[in-house]
């Protein structure tokens, strides 16, 4: 079993200040003649019902870019960029399925079945979060939490995490039963992180 497109949202997080590819707004960087979170959006598309951007920058271009698919684009609501939580936390907010599924735009090859994956062990599970663990560029096995499906009913608990002051993901998903999905292939979850790297890809 698995959860019904239907009931999941799809959400790009490009909320972040690009700090390692030197300030830029990296979802608005190009790769093949198309902006990075729009390959994100493409991939995400067939397998949600809804879909919306976390964006803190550049809003009018994130709008247009996901008018093809009619993504809402959605601010933080805590200021001075607090990290993906605050990403996730407008998601669930926003939502109006049961299930948030959450990518990085810097993520181009996104698997298109990772709604499924992770959908099929949340339900094994009896999981609110699902999340991915697969190789890292240097082979090494590892978690790459802010690939994640989670329940929307969450929303108030990360609220008062944040308000808190806390800021780390995975010692939010700790406080709830997160599934732990293994992948065997990584290269769908590879961060680019440099406007070199992209520049490398894009001769590719």
Known sequence: MTIPIQSITGLVLAGGRGLRMGGVDKGLQ???GQPLAAHVLARLAPQTGALAISANRNRDAY???????HATVLADSLPDFPGPLAG???GLQAANTEWLLAAPCDSPYLRT????KLGAEAVAQHADIATVLAPDASGEVSLHPVFVLLRTSLAADLAAFLGAGERKVRAWYA????AEVAFADGRAFYNINS???LADLDRA
């Open 30 to 32: 190009k790769l093949h």
């Open 63 to 69: 709008a247009a870019l996901g008018a093809r698919w």
């Open 88 to 90: 996730l936390l407008a």
């Open 113 to 116: 079945d990772l709604a499924a």
């Open 175 to 178: 406080r709830h039963r997160t």
């Open 195 to 197: 406007l070199q790297e």
